[in-house]
């Protein structure tokens, strides 16, 4: 029997998530957008598809829904369902992808929200990659820049969903994506590795987030901040073993996973994993 809540009462509770994810179906190495693509070293397609099944079925486990979206010929690195788009509250803004390489992905994803009945959606008019630079906490948005995601999406962001927008600068192209440095844990806990910001976004971390968990440089190398919380269990990489160590001291319960094939993409769990969040339940007065 999985736990959903820390057993010392600590307050951290698991709450089932409407997750989209993509098969690797088609996944391989075949260009280089970030530091870690190497299409030259050799990638194994059956071991992806293994892990990432894994990945799916520890989900499902932990009492979450999994729905998928069929993976396209030609686009390997669709598997990275956290790009595809950003939903909260039952609104989808559409990805915009920085590279070529990527940039038919956007259209599939936000198709196939759609057809799922999703029916406020914004194509946007800034380049933007979906939850690999929009994390949600609580009720305000952290937007990473710097590398993929227009700085002038962010106004773009807090416009249509109508939630404070907070700008952060990635600096470290080995973290790319906010989502490879900075992971939100609950509804106002985060970690962050301090030295993939700017100056300045660091300090505005520190600020808005005094108690967050601080990643070590070989945590952050392992892909330890590209991790799934939802509240209280937290799917990351295994070898992020001293994250592991510090998110079990705060009452969460870390589980590690094997992505190794992935990560030759730069990628991980959360980036395999893309929330669809409906509306808040409305209040009904009697
Ligand atoms: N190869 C992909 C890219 O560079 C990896 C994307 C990883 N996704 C993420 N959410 N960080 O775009």
């Not at 949600?136 to 109508?162: I, K, M, N, Y």
Request: aromatic share 10%.
């Amino acid at each position: 029997m999985i736990p959903s809540a820390d057993p010392y009462g600590r307050g951290r509770v698991a709450t089932p998530r409407r997750l989209l994810m993509c098969r690797p179906s088609h996944f391989d190495v075949i260009y280089s957008i970030n530091p870690w693509m190497h299409p030259e070293k050799p990638c194994d397609g059956g071991l992806a598809l293994a892990q990432w099944e894994k990945l799916c079925e520890l989900y499902t486990s932990l009492g979450h829904t999994v729905d998928v979206i069929d993976p396209i010929p030609g686009l390997p690195d669709m598997v990275f369902a956290a790009n595809g788009a950003t939903v909260v509250d039952g609104k989808v803004l559409g990805a915009r992808f920085r590279h070529l390489e990527r940039t038919a992905e956007g259209p599939a994803y936000l198709s196939w929200l759609q057809e799922q009945g999703f029916e406020d959606v914004l194509w946007p008019e800034f380049i933007n990659e979906g939850e690999g630079d929009y994390l949600l906490v609580g009720r305000r948005l952290l937007a990473g820049t710097g590398f993929r995601t227009d700085p002038r999406s962010h106004a773009e962001a807090q416009e249509f969903f109508g939630l404070p927008v907070t700008g952060l600068t990635l600096v470290n192209p080995r973290h790319y994506h906010l989502d490879t440095a900075l992971a939100v844990l609950s509804a106002d806990d985060i970690m962050y590795y301090p030295d993939a910001f700017s100056p300045g976004s660091r300090a505005v971390l520190a600020e808005m987030f005094p108690d967050a968990i601080l990643a070590s440089p070989a945590d952050a190398a392992a892909f330890g901040l590209n991790a799934f919380s939802d509240g209280f269990n937290v799917v990351l990489p295994e070898a992020a073993t001293g994250l592991a160590a510090q998110l079990a001291k705060r009452g969460f319960n870390p589980i590690g996973v094997d992505l190794s094939e992935l990560l030759k993409a730069g990628g991980s769990a959360k980036c395999c994993t893309l929330e669809l969040r409906t509306a808040p339940a409305r209040r009904t007065s009697v």
